[in-house]
């Protein structure tokens, strides 16, 4: 098992900048990719980025913008988010995914509530 803690989140004016930590514990070994993710009001919950063995992908509504790093030494994850805008507002969550033969295995966090007022 895999256990996941987010902090970070908080209320900052359009243009601002946040970042979001997520610290890992438990099984942190068998993590194959970390990501964060995030669902607004009424919508579902969309990728924002994620990272696996140094690669990151991002969704395209945040490129530029927001960058994913991880500190494999503390099994921490990182968000930092910069240019903020309204539509980045909502529950950010952190993800860690464990690949099997089978299909893979999502453990999420609480979630982080991100709101930017314009």
Not at 9 to 33: E, K, P
Not at 56 to 64: E, F, L, R
Request: hydrophobic residues 30%.
């Amino acid at each position: 098992q895999v256990q996941l803690v987010e902090s970070g989140g908080g209320l900052v004016q359009a243009g601002g900048s946040l970042r979001l930590s997520c610290a890992a514990s438990g099984s942190t070994f068998s993590i194959n990719a970390m990501g964060w993710y995030r669902q607004a009001p009424g919508k579902q919950r969309e990728l924002v980025a994620t990272i696996s063995s140094g690669n990151t992908n991002y969704a395209d509504s945040v490129k530029g913008r927001f960058t994913i790093s991880r500190d494999n030494a503390k099994n921490t994850v990182y968000l930092q988010m910069n240019s903020l805008k309204p539509e980045d507002t909502g529950v950010y969550y952190c993800n860690a995914r464990r690949h099997r033969p089978w299909g893979p295995t999502d453990y999420w966090g609480q979630g982080t509530q991100v709101t930017v007022s314009s």
